[in-house]
């Protein structure tokens, strides 16, 4: 049982991750200047926050491994989206997805498996 909630919880924290990805790339393609990149820069980061407790909070006793892979798998679409060119959000977008949403859903899982963390 352990295995399908952790699988449910990777699964919720990427579809939390994607579809808030999508609703900010547009907002972000449209508008442009320093304000938008910090503003889109944060959202990132919390997204990668909210992605990971999500993650954590469903996969219950796995959490860590949870987030890990979580991370994982968006640093890799990222990654991909980055290479092949694969969607029409700007290259700095991408860049602050690798940098700022991976850690973030990392930092998550290191909280709560640290032995202060309430689970």
Known sequence: MSIFR??????AGYLVFALASMFL???VMVQEGPIMVVLAL?????????GGVLAA?????HSRLACFILAGVVLLATLANLLLRLGSEPDWYKV???????PAIVLV????????AKT
Do not use: E, Q, W
């Not at 944060?42 to 909210?50: F, H, K, M, S």
């Not at 602050?96 to 991976?102: A, F, P, S, Y």
């Open 109 to 116: 899982g290191l909280r709560r498996s640290h032995p202060s």
């Open 57 to 61: 909070a469903i996969s219950g006793t």
């Open 6 to 11: 952790t699988t449910v919880g990777i699964v």
């Open 25 to 27: 790339v547009g907002p």
């Open 42 to 50: 944060t959202a990132l980061g919390v997204i990668g926050l909210v």
């Open 96 to 102: 602050g997805t690798l940098l700022l949403t991976g």
